[in-house]
């Protein structure tokens, strides 16, 4: 059974903070996706890794930044956290010529 | 530029067809996607229909594409409160999930 594993369900962090959220695939997919989910807006891709210690910018990567140290983790980290981060991010994965991408349960994370 | 987009809210009776919409702008799309998100979940890939493909039927569910409208559809027969989740609509302009562009999500809710 393929799956994707995020490491908080729910996140609560102020101000400043600096926020990791980690992303475990157990499927040996070479890509990898962070993407954030807000009401009306749908998916916006944030980050995308095709290979280890590969990345490439989404549509709104300002804020955030990523890191693929090996090939089932992928992090995404908020070095400064701001209100308007506040949001549901989802983590998922694909292989190289799959049709489909894999979603983890999503992290919601409230910045206060 | 790549745009889906699908109305926010549907509200169906328990027993009838719900019909979800889309329309997508992108006319070199090679898949087009649905997905279903469940209350506290991920995404979770429900069908897909290749570009060169007029509907594709899967039990309960039935996809229609009319390329020349760039629009898509999802039929769901004898709807059940099971069915209450977001659908998005999803493109791909490549054979793999590499880079795929979701919709807003539709929000079906089930009235008894």
């Known amino acids: 059974d393929v799956k994707v594993t995020q490491s908080s369900r729910y996140l609560v962090k102020r101000t400043g903070e600096k926020v990791f959220l980690e992303c475990v695939q157990d499927m040996d997919h070479e890509n990898m996706f962070w993407y954030r989910q807000d009401p009306g807006l749908g998916l916006r891709l944030i980050y995308f890794s095709y290979d280890v210690k590969m990345k490439e910018k989404g549509d709104i990567p300002e804020g955030y930044s990523v890191s693929r140290e090996k090939k089932e983790r992928f992090s995404l980290i908020l070095e400064s956290a701001s209100t308007n981060q506040t949001s549901m991010y989802l983590c998922a994965s694909s292989s190289l010529s799959g049709l489909e991408q894999y979603f983890g349960p999503g992290t919601r994370l409230t910045v206060t | 530029g790549e745009d889906v987009e699908q109305s926010l809210f549907l509200s169906v009776r328990e027993g009838d067809s719900s019909v979800i919409n889309c329309t997508y702008t992108?006319?070199?799309?090679?898949?087009l996607y649905w997905y279903k998100q469940e209350p506290g979940a991920g995404l979770q890939l429900l069908t897909y229909i290749f570009s060169n493909m007029d509907m594709k039927q899967d039990q309960r569910l039935t996809v229609l594409l009319n390329k020349k409208d760039k629009h898509l559809s999802l039929r769901i027969a004898d709807t059940q409160t099971g069915d209450s989740a977001i659908y998005f609509c999803a493109e791909s302009r490549d054979s793999s999930a590499s880079k795929i562009i979701f919709g807003s999500g539709t929000r079906l809710s089930i009235r008894p």
């Open positions: 992108d006319s070199s799309s090679t898949y």
